[in-house]
């Protein structure tokens, strides 16, 4: 078994589950915004700030975010460990990305409840 | 040698095929400080080409399979040179032996009821020879040796066994007393030639196919155990029986098991006549091998044979259906396609007798010591050296080996000289250690080859030694051309003593190997030919046209070829099995 | 008729700092040899080429290597299936290191084959006779066993060159599932448990170059998804 610290889970497998269940988290949450913006030709800002007030749009925005976050995680994470192979330079590249997804989700909750 | 580098073992095994890996596993076990020594990575030896499948009755097919019976078949089979304490101990042991494979995880097809398949092979027959066909073969598809030998490598991992792959051993080391106590091996990757201390060494190193020039056998099979055995003066027993396989693919001499035939293949003249029902009207196509192949070659000579130059015969399989040929015969199914470019559901498979199996080999008793002959003819134990499998001769197939048989000799034997093996080692085991001198002995030949600065090449004169043998010492031999043959091997003998290695390199040097090898290529050729000569009868795959009958009176013997003077004497055949009364001489018919 | 051109990756570590192509012209006379044939009439007058050969029938798994950019075996490729234009570039397998020309050191893949635990576990006490097994389950080892260790699959495949020492890659999945689909085996959970890590498995993205190249017509990325089901069952 091969061990590595920085990934978050420890396991393959949960890494697995995760980016194959937040995928359909985003995929549904992609169908679900493009149909919305189809379905509302004369779509104007009071209609689509409207839409983002329903707390149910804002939990599901809110797990499409984290999905969004996970997914980038695991992905980048592979990417990393698979290309930069001196040690310093991928914890240092690791750190980067996590501060830059959380930083982002963080933002992305901001916005959603903010103001 | 004070400058060269020694390893130490309890027991070196020379060889990672079945016998060595089975031997191997015995010794690992007990954990003895054992190495496995081979020139390729163990699951690239020969073994792993076996196909059909291994002879045992673990009364599977038929719940009243006797051993007894397959004793018989292999006493016959063997036209009656076969050591019958050695076939009894092989056919009674053989069931646990192949449990025990089967209990290692070796992956054997199944019949409905859960147990082991077992088909019919050659040379099989109930109730010694009156009860009709047996099917005794147990088989994994038509992949028999590649799983077994997987399956003991696999065991050999899991208990830690040490390797020294691609290591090529090149001549044993005696001491002053004769005893056998190590050798002198090549690690090719880097080119060190390194002192093995042991004291116990195992030849295991196969068969020696490549003396012909069409052969079954893998480009490693060339005798290194017989070349390196009878450097040292060990004589090698009954080495003119040479088994030719009916059925290797015209052109390319790759290997199409009898277990085509044992499932319904049969195999066919020019004019469509199955043949074989004239030769062995009662077993036909399921006759021994000798029998099946020296009546392809009368088809052929007398004119029957396929093809543009009726050199060959068919292999007739498309009546048996897609189905049985996917699930018994895949690699047949794949192998035909490759290197006949036919499909067997379709069209016959073009097939010639083609070497494939050294019955001969380094004489032991069922504990794998080596044998040797002392001046009056009496038989003693050669300290320190042991073989198992195809370079030994117990001897189970005498003149002539039944199908199936071989896989089950290189477990059966490769397990009882590991147990051997462990006990004298636990008893203790003391000989002189090797002088210098002793070491030096055992370098002459590649400090020879090192040495070289001119002569002839490696390959010209291996494809003339192997068209030599191939033009004299075929399925059917005859005085005249075989002294002829005897003359030119010796002629050529002084031109491999003479011959070049022009690269000297260190790493990976595989035309060093390939040098080393023609040596020993050569000493088995020649001890064949010289044997070959001199028995003056027809036995088993030994068939003389000058002397086209069994002679019991003179030849109910074993042949030992003695390096040294080179010279063919006799051994006693054993008659004495433990357990029943023998099995007399009879004519041979199938 | 003009004779194949050959480019033959060359590297002796004591004489070479560095591997270079060596162009050879070979005279086929006509014939669709396979590649091994090819090196063999190039060794006869050139002794100093190394490459590993066995069996010559595809079995032995000695002699893979790359053809024209595609790994397979020499002993089993007629040159009609890869030369193109009239030319034939043969490299060692890639991604791992070179030990002189063709030949290549495969004890990173032989590790990963040894971490799976290749063998049949099987605590119960042994019957006197074979374990029994229905053809049924015994079917389920066709696809399995077949595989010959000659690592045209491994070395096919981009997350082995990344991470030889951590995934296990597909000749010892392979073999994994082999054991793990074996009706008499009882380790199921230990060998799951082995292979749950982030590398071991999941490092697989199915590209499916190992399906492509094997010469034995196995199919390991299908064996890999196998796996994964199993751990999934497993934990869930």
Redesign the interface.
């Known amino acids: ?4 610290i920085t ?1 978050f889970s ?4 949960s ?3 995760i980016q194959r269940a937040s995928a359909v988290v985003m995929a549904v949450y992609t169908v679900f915004l493009v149909g919305y913006v189809l379905f509302h030709p004369q779509l104007d800002y009071a209609t689509w700030s409207g839409l983002f007030q329903q707390t149910w749009m804002r939990i599901f925005s809110v797990l499409a975010f984290v999905s969004l976050a996970a997914h980038a995680w695991v992905g980048l994470w ?1 990417v990393t ?3 930069i192979k001196p040690t310093c330079i991928r914890v240092a590249t690791q750190s980067v990305i996590i501060l830059a997804i959380f930083v982002f989700l963080v933002w992305g909750i901001q916005v959603l409840w903010g103001a | 040698m004070s400058n060269m580098r020694s390893m130490t073992f309890d027991a070196i095994i020379i060889g990672g095929g079945g016998a060595g890996l089975r031997a191997a596993l015995e010794l690992a076990k007990s954990g003895k400080n054992t190495a496995v020594l081979s020139k390729v990575f163990p699951t690239r030896s020969h073994t792993v080409s076996a196909q059909g499948g291994i002879t045992c009755a673990i009364a599977s097919a038929d719940p009243n399979d006797d051993w007894r019976w397959h004793m018989y078949d292999t006493v016959k089979g063997g036209d009656y040179i076969t050591d019958q304490d050695a076939a009894e101990y092989m056919c009674s042991e053989g069931p646990k032996a192949v449990f025990e494979l089967e209990h290692m995880g070796l992956p054997f097809s199944r019949f409905d009821n859960g147990r082991i398949y077992q088909r019919p092979f050659g040379g099989q027959s109930k109730n010694f020879g009156e009860g009709g066909q047996a099917a005794r073969t147990c088989a994994a598809a038509d992949r028999t040796g590649h799983a077994l030998l997987h399956t003991l490598y696999e065991n050999n991992v899991k208990h830690d066994t040490t390797f020294l792959n691609e290591w090529y051993a090149i001549d044993l080391v005696k001491n002053a007393n004769g005893d056998v106590v190590g050798c002198i091996a090549m690690d090719i990757e880097t080119g060190e030639v390194v002192h093995i201390k042991s004291k116990a060494t195992v030849l295991a190193t196969g068969g020696s196919g490549r003396i012909y020039a069409s052969t079954t056998n893998a480009l490693i099979n060339t005798g290194d155990g017989i070349g390196m055995a009878l450097r040292a003066g060990v004589p090698i027993q009954d080495i003119e029986m040479w088994q030719f396989h009916p059925t290797g693919i015209h052109g390319a001499g790759v290997l199409v098991t009898e277990g085509c035939r044992g499932e319904g293949g049969y195999l066919i003249n020019k004019d469509g006549e199955r043949f074989m029902e004239r030769y062995a009207p009662n077993a036909k196509d399921l006759a021994g091998r000798d029998v099946v192949a020296r009546s392809m070659v009368m088809e052929i000579l007398e004119g029957r044979g396929c093809g543009e130059n009726g050199d060959h015969v068919y292999l007739k399989l498309d009546h048996l259906g897609e189905e049985v040929l996917s699930k018994r015969l895949p690699g047949i199914v794949e192998l035909s396609k490759t290197f006949a470019h036919v499909d067997p559901a379709k069209e016959p498979i073009p097939v010639v007798p083609t070497c494939h199996y050294m019955m001969g080999g380094v004489a032991t008793n069922i504990h794998g010591q080596a044998i040797g002959q002392d001046k009056d003819g009496n038989d003693y134990i050669i300290n320190g050296l042991y073989a198992c499998g195809e370079a030994a001769c117990v001897s189970v197939h005498g003149a002539n080996r039944l199908g199936g048989n071989s896989l089950l000799d290189l477990v059966v034997f490769g397990r009882a000289a590991g147990m051997f093996i462990e006990s004298a080692l636990n008893e203790g085991v003391d000989y002189l250690d090797a002088r210098d001198s002793d070491v030096e002995t055992a370098m002459q030949r590649i400090n020879r080859w090192n040495e070289s600065s001119g002569g002839e090449s490696v390959a010209d004169l291996k494809r003339e030694l192997q068209s030599i043998m191939q033009n004299s010492f075929g399925v059917f031999r005859e005085e005249k051309n075989m002294k002829d043959g005897v003359e030119k091997l010796a002629e050529l003998r002084g031109r491999i003593a003479e011959a070049h290695l022009s690269d000297k390199s260190l790493a990976f040097n595989t035309a060093r190997v390939e040098a080393l090898e023609l040596d020993n290529l050569m000493e088995v050729a020649e001890a064949t030919a010289i044997a070959a000569l001199e028995r003056k009868e027809s036995r088993g795959a030994h068939c003389r046209y000058d002397y086209p009958d069994r002679d019991d009176v003179n030849w109910l013997k074993h042949s030992m070829f003695f390096p040294g003077e080179k010279r063919v004497g006799q051994r006693d055949v054993n008659f004495a099995p433990k357990t029943m009364d023998k099995f007399e001489p009879k004519i041979r018919t199938y | 008729m003009s004779k194949l051109q050959v480019s033959l990756y060359r590297y002796n570590p004591e004489t070479d700092s560095a591997p270079y192509m060596q162009e050879f012209e070979v005279d086929t006379q006509g014939r669709d040899l396979m590649v091994l044939n090819l090196l063999e009439l190039i060794k006869q007058d050139d002794t100093t080429v190394a490459y590993r050969r066995s069996c010559r029938e595809g079995v032995c798994g000695s002699d893979g290597m790359n053809m024209n950019g595609t790994n397979g075996l020499a002993c089993i490729t007629p040159l009609s299936q890869v030369v193109k234009n009239n030319k034939l570039v043969l490299r060692p397998l890639p991604g791992l290191p070179v030990v002189r020309d063709l030949v290549v050191d495969m004890s990173l893949f032989y590790q990963q084959y040894e971490r799976i635990q290749p063998y049949l576990k099987n605590d119960s006490p042994v019957p006197a006779i074979e374990r029994l097994q229905s053809p049924e389950d015994r079917d389920k080892l066709d696809g399995l066993y077949e595989c010959i260790l000659c690592a045209c699959c491994s070395t096919a495949c981009p ?1 082995f060159w ?2 030889p020492d ?1 995934f296990v890659g597909p000749a010892g999945l392979l073999k994994s599932y082999r054991f793990l689909a074996d009706s008499r085996d009882t380790a199921t959970n230990e060998r799951l ?11 697989c993205r199915g590209i499916m170059n190992c399906v492509a190249v094997c010469p034995k017509g196995l199919n390991p990325t299908r064996a890999i998804g196998k796996i ?1 089901e199993m ?2 069952a497993n ?1 869930t």
């Open positions: 078994m091969v061990t590595n990934s420890r396991s393959g497998l890494d697995w589950i592979t460990t698979d290309y | 997350s990344w991470n951590k448990s082995d292979l749950e890590d982030p590398f071991s498995v999941f490092r994964r751990l999934l934990a």
